[in-house]
C-alpha cells in the first residue's frame, strides 16, 4: 500500500562526472528510510547529446532534455547564442516542473541545470546543489542564490558559500561498498602477475591524452620494474598500444572499465596514476592507495590537487614541467619507499569523507 509519493529531479551533463555521485545519491535514497508506504521516484534533466544519457539509462531512471547553454567568462558570439538557450531552457523546465510536480531539485553543477534551477526558485520548488570541486564552477555560482542547501566536499568552500553551504563530503557508489576483493585475486583475474608491482594509469571518464603520451613514451622503462594496467579512455587508444599489448606482457590497456572492472583495477594496483576529477579523487579517497596526481592544466582540477598536496596525501605533478625522467623517478620513490607509501595511504583515506550516507539523506529527508 502506498499513501504518499515523493518524486526527486537530478541535473547534470555534458560528462560524466557531475553524474556519478548522483547516481550514488539516488542508490542511498533508495535504500533509506522515508515515511512507511512511501514510493520515491526519480526524473533526470540532462543535454540531448551529453554522455550522460547512457549512465542514466543503464540506471533505470527516467531521462528528459533541455536546451542547455553555456555562459563563458569571456566576450564570444556564442554568449548571446547560447542565452536564447538559456532562455528556452527556463520555460521548458517550469513546463516539466508544472507537469512532473517535483518535491526537490538535485544537481551536481553543469549548465543544464541552471535554467532548471532558476525554475524550481520561481516555482517554489527547494533546490540542493552538491558541490564538488575546490573552486565553485560558474553553473554554480548562478544556481547557488536560488538554491536552500549547497552539500561541500571540502572545508575551503564552506566560505564560498556561507550559511547555505554544509560540510558533507562525497559519496561513494555502493558497487565499491559492496564488491570487496582481494590484491591477489584482483591481479590474476585480470590476468596480471602477482609478483611484480602494478600502475595503474587513470585519466577519468574520457581519458587523458597527455598522460597516455607519457606512458607509451617511456613504456620500455616503465616495464623494466612494474605492470601497467592502462585505462585510456574511451575513444583514445591506438595501434602502437596494441601493438605493445601483443610483445610485452607487462602492459596491458582498457578503453573504459565499468565499475565493477574498475574495483578489480583499483584492488590490483600498487600506485595509480591519475587525473584530478572529483570521481577519481573521491575513490582514492576510499581505497586509500599511493598516488601520482597529475592535474588538467589550468582547470579547476589543480586546486583540487593542491588540497592533496598540501595534506601529503598524494605525490602531485605539473603536467607543464613534466618529462619521462620525473615521471620515472617519482614512480620508483613510491614503490621502494614503504614508510612513504604509509604515509600517503594514510592521509589520502582523510581527505574525503566518503561515509557521509546519513547526512545527506538527512539534508535530503529535510528539504521534501
Given at each position: 500500500?502506498?499513501?504518499?509519493k515523493?518524486?526527486i529531479i ?9 553524474v556519478?555521485?548522483?547516481?550514488a545519491?539516488?542508490d ?17 534533466i540532462g543535454?540531448?547529446?551529453g ?14 532534455s ?11 558570439l556564442q554568449?548571446?547564442l ?8 527556463f520555460?521548458?523546465s ?6 512532473e ?12 541545470s541552471?535554467?532548471l ?12 546543489i552538491h558541490?564538488?570541486?575546490?573552486r ?11 538554491a536552500?542547501t549547497?552539500?561541500v566536499?571540502?572545508k575551503?568552500?564552506l ?11 562525497n559519496?561513494i ?6 564488491n ?10 585480470i590476468g ?6 602494478i600502475?595503474l594509469v587513470?585519466?577519468g571518464g574520457t ?18 620494474f612494474?605492470q601497467?594496467?592502462?585505462i585510456?579512455?574511451k ?14 606482457s607487462?602492459?596491458k590497456f ?9 574495483i ?13 576529477g572529483?570521481g577519481t579523487?573521491?575513490?582514492?579517497s576510499y581505497?586509500?592507495k ?6 588538467m592544466?589550468?582547470s579547476h582540477q589543480?586546486e583540487?590537487a593542491?588540497?592533496?598536496?598540501k ?6 605533478l ?6 619521462g625522467?620525473?615521471l ?7 614503490l ?11 592521509n ?9 550516507g ?7 529527508k529535510?528539504?521534501?
Amino acid at each position: 500500500m502506498i499513501n504518499k509519493k515523493v518524486k526527486i529531479i537530478l541535473s547534470g551533463g555534458g560528462t560524466g562526472g557531475s553524474v556519478t555521485p548522483l547516481l550514488a545519491m539516488v542508490d542511498l535514497l533508495k535504500r533509506g528510510k522515508f515515511e512507511r508506504h512511501t514510493e520515491i521516484e526519480f526524473l533526470w534533466i540532462g543535454t540531448k547529446d551529453g554522455q550522460e544519457r547512457q549512465l542514466v539509462n543503464s540506471s533505470g531512471i527516467r531521462f528528459m532534455s533541455i536546451p542547455a547553454g553555456k555562459l563563458r567568462r569571456y566576450l564570444s558570439l556564442q554568449n548571446f547564442l547560447d542565452f536564447f538557450q538559456i532562455y528556452l531552457g527556463f520555460w521548458q523546465s517550469c513546463y516539466i516542473i508544472l507537469k512532473e510536480k517535483p518535491n526537490l531539485i538535485i544537481s551536481a553543477g553543469s549548465f543544464v541545470s541552471v535554467p532548471l534551477a532558476w525554475a524550481a526558485w520561481f516555482l517554489r520548488v527547494p533546490v540542493l546543489i552538491h558541490q564538488l570541486d575546490a573552486r565553485p564552477g560558474l553553473a554554480n555560482k548562478l544556481m547557488a542564490p536560488f538554491a536552500k542547501t549547497i552539500s561541500v566536499i571540502f572545508k575551503k568552500s564552506l566560505a564560498d558559500f556561507g550559511k547555505k553551504a554544509v560540510l558533507t563530503g562525497n559519496l561513494i557508489r555502493k558497487e565499491f561498498i559492496e564488491n570487496k576483493i582481494s590484491k591477489r585475486e584482483a591481479a590474476q583475474k585480470i590476468g596480471m602477475r602477482t609478483d611484480k608491482p602494478i600502475l595503474l594509469v587513470i585519466g577519468g571518464g574520457t581519458g587523458a591524452g597527455a598522460i597516455n603520451d607519457f606512458i607509451l613514451e617511456n613504456i620500455s622503462s616503465l616495464t623494466k620494474f612494474c605492470q601497467i594496467l592502462h585505462i585510456t579512455g574511451k575513444g583514445k587508444s591506438n595501434k602502437k598500444m596494441e601493438e605493445i599489448m601483443e610483445k610485452n606482457s607487462g602492459y596491458k590497456f582498457f578503453e573504459f572499465l565499468d565499475a565493477f572492472g574498475l574495483i578489480k583495477a583499483f584492488a590490483a594496483a600498487d600506485i595509480i596514476i591519475s587525473r584530478a576529477g572529483m570521481g577519481t579523487l573521491t575513490e582514492l579517497s576510499y581505497i586509500a592507495k599511493p598516488a601520482i596526481i597529475i592535474p588538467m592544466p589550468n582547470s579547476h582540477q589543480e586546486e583540487n590537487a593542491e588540497i592533496f598536496s598540501k595534506e601529503e596525501a598524494a605525490v602531485v605533478l605539473n603536467q607543464k614541467e613534466l618529462d619521462g625522467e620525473v615521471l620515472l623517478n617519482n614512480i620508483k620513490k613510491i614503490l621502494k619507499d614503504e614508510e612513504l607509501r604509509n604515509k600517503l595511504k594514510n592521509n589520502i583515506k582523510k581527505i574525503i569523507n566518503t561515509e557521509c550516507g546519513d547526512e545527506i539523506f538527512n539534508i535530503v529527508k529535510g528539504l521534501i
